[in-house]
């Protein structure tokens, strides 16, 4: 990059430096770890999933057919995607007005793979002090072989994870033929490889800096916080002043809070801040400062919540308030828009039908005094099962129809042209008129669907 | 036992300038060039991109046209992040809070 330099404070762009975060256990980070193995479950075992003959969910963009289960969606029902997108959108409005940054402590990939690779390091490494000494120490031995198993770990579930995320694009059953005779094609090699860089990049070394430097949300979550809204928080009027102090005096008497300064809560952030200094848009809400703070507070016998889950109301001393306004608005946009895209889906139109003109001819005149017109109707199955289709035409006195019928069956899936022959008598006509033509399934008459098309005549 | 730990956090735990430049381009135009590249191939097949009579297409599988479309979507929207980078960093610092413009009277156009 050749960006000039701006005159900046020098300490602002200081290297970064590693952030060992002491390991701890508790109630949120049991939470945590569940969630973890709940959301990493579910993403490296639904491509295994098998569904009548085929994988449950494949996004095959090869045939440019999304399959989830037992819905079929194509090209045309894009419109879907933006929908689901507009409800993950606001339903994370909804959980951060309600309860702060849960998104980032508990769910976010980011936070997620993050945590597994720190699981990984702590598994060879050892603990935080372990884990420093090591970093310090110099190369040895052992050191080569820690860093290289931890390194062999980390490379291994990249890769895992980046075929995993193939697997939802390519039958991953045939993937993983194709990656153990070393066939794949050059795209699936490609994104395996890119996709599982990625996550070694982004959990093994970016980890917090991209919630601090690259993540939109943690700027613009703020915007859905209130005063009723759940933060991690420390409450100063209580822990203030700080100190330490030795067991069995007097603190109180000796103007101290109840924090003892011990620095837990610090040592154990993921994002290196301290969370006493109030709230800061690079805390990322995983708790693991609460757990430390009620584990030290069990310790020296206080009780515990000197660092807990409050709102500012709460801290003030004012009652709570969940339902409010920002809540209902969002809540009650959630439900509707939830229903209407259930609605839609179960209600959706299976069946398409597309007309289009035979371009060799705009028009031929028959013996009989007849005009006729040659169009390729395309019919559009996107059912499950097999149907039937009928083919009409109307919009003219006069008008028939002729295809290679009586009935015409598409499959599962398929898109089926038949050539179609529409004749019109020809003092029924001048110069052109608009006609319809629809199809409807014989063994479901409310799969229909029609379509506009232009029918040309001579115009003298 | 309650002593500061030796490592505590120090206050300096902050990318370097290249590492943050790179960050801010590379990361929202990957994320608005995988949302243009879904929007623009769900109405887009690749395979009938490029003159409709005479072979050959432009990509020869939907795979590849779909690759090219990212990257190229990647690229532009880099670009653009880069430009807008490049501006706000060689921008002059905001003035001095003083009593005159914090009123808005050099704004002023009355």
Partial sequence: MTVPETPVDGGLYAARQKIYPREIDGRFQRLRTIAAWVLLGIFYVIPWIPWGGRQAVLFDLPARKFHIF????WPQDFYF???LLVIAALALFFFTALAGRLFCGYACPQTVWTETFLWMERFVEGSRSQQMKLARAPWSGEKILRKGAKQFLWIAFSLWTGFT????????KELAGLIAGFSTGPWETFWVLFYGGATYVNAGFMREQVCKYMCPYARFQSAMFDKDTLIITY???RGEPRGARKKGVDYKARGLGDCVDCTMCVQVCPTGIDIRSGLQYECIACAACIDACDEVMDKVGYPRGLIRYDTQHGLEG????VLRPRTIVYATLLLLLAAGLAYTITHRNVVGVDILR???ALYRERPDGRVENVYNVKILNKDSEEHEFTITGS????????YAGPTVWVGPGQVQGVPVRIRVPRDELAGGADILVEIQATNRPELRASGKARFIAPTD | MFGRHPDEYSGKLRWPRLGQD?????WPSFLVASVATMVCFAFIDPLLVGNDDYPPPAFSTRMTGYAVGFFFFWLVSALSSLLTLYLVRTAHPEPPATDENAEGGVRSTE
Avoid: H
Avoid at chain 1, 165 to 172: L, R
Avoid at chain 1, 318 to 321: A, D, F, L, S, V
């Fill in chain 1, 235 to 237: 409450d100063d009027q």
């Fill in chain 1, 318 to 321: 004012k009652p709570k308030r």
């Fill in chain 2, 22 to 26: 790179v960050a801010i381009v590379a």
């Fill in chain 1, 165 to 172: 995320f193939v697997g939802y694009f390519t039958p991953i």
């Fill in chain 1, 358 to 360: 035979d371009r060799n």
């Fill in chain 1, 70 to 73: 037992g819905l079929t969606l």
């Fill in chain 1, 395 to 402: 919009g003219l006195p006069g008008l028939e129809i002729d």
């Fill in chain 1, 81 to 83: 995607l933006t929908w």
